[in-house]
Structure formats: structure tokens, C-alpha cells
Nanobody, 123 residues
């Protein structure tokens, strides 16, 4: 069983930046594609970004392109989400997820999930 632990959330003003981290408990992190999803109050969980096992491919939601960047460090067993130019509509709980060779937008295709970290952006 793979455990994922997110960190780095917090409260920032619009235009600010945060970097989220997702630490995996497995030594075989390099076998897992990794994604980020978010859920705002009263809304469904939505795809944010995903990265393939060795970082060669990435996928982003249109709403975050050019502002958010996903990356990973397999030696550290950690994935990251650099968030710049944050907007109030980015406010949500952000979840890290891992899958076997899938970087699409469907949450059901991800096998492992973290507990989430809160991001709050004020105007």
C-alpha cells in the first residue's frame, strides 16, 4: 500500500505563490504517475495536473496552465506543484494522487490518494 502525504498548503493573497509537496512512502515511486486534484467547497473534485513516472510527460487543466507547474524528484520520492499568480478561485483542498501509467483527468483511474492540504487565496 502506498501512502501519500501532502504539505505546503496555506493562506496567501491573490498574486502570491505556494509550493505543494507530495511525499510517497514507497521506494518504487518512479513506477507511479502522479497527479494533483482539488476540491473547492460545494464543488466536485477536479483535475489540476499530472506527470508521468519519469517526468517526460505532463498534463494540465486549462484553468491552471502557465500558472501552475508539476514536477517530481524520484530520488526523494516526492512530487511538487508550484503555484504562481494564485487567484481566489484556486482556493480548495489539494489532493495528491498516484496511478499506474495514467496522467489523464479521471480521478477514478488513480489508485492512491493523500489526505489533502488546504490552499486559501484571498482577494
Amino acid at each position: 500500500q502506498v501512502q501519500l502525504v501532502e504539505s505546503g498548503g496555506g493562506s496567501v493573497q491573490a498574486g502570491g505563490s505556494l509550493r505543494l509537496s507530495c511525499a510517497a512512502s514507497t521506494r518504487t515511486f518512479f513506477t507511479l504517475a502522479t497527479g494533483w486534484f482539488r476540491q473547492a467547497p460545494g464543488k466536485e473534485c477536479e483535475f489540476v495536473a499530472a506527470i508521468s513516472e519519469f517526468g517526460g510527460s505532463t498534463n494540465y487543466a486549462d484553468s491552471v496552465k502557465d500558472r501552475l507547474t508539476i514536477s517530481r524528484d524520484n530520488a526523494r520520492g516526492t512530487a511538487y506543484l508550484q503555484m504562481n499568480s494564485l487567484k481566489p478561485e484556486d482556493t480548495a483542498i489539494y489532493y495528491c494522487a498516484a496511478s499506474r501509467n495514467y496522467i489523464g483527468i479521471m480521478a477514478g483511474r488513480f489508485d492512491y490518494w493523500g489526505q489533502g492540504t488546504q490552499v486559501t487565496v484571498s482577494s
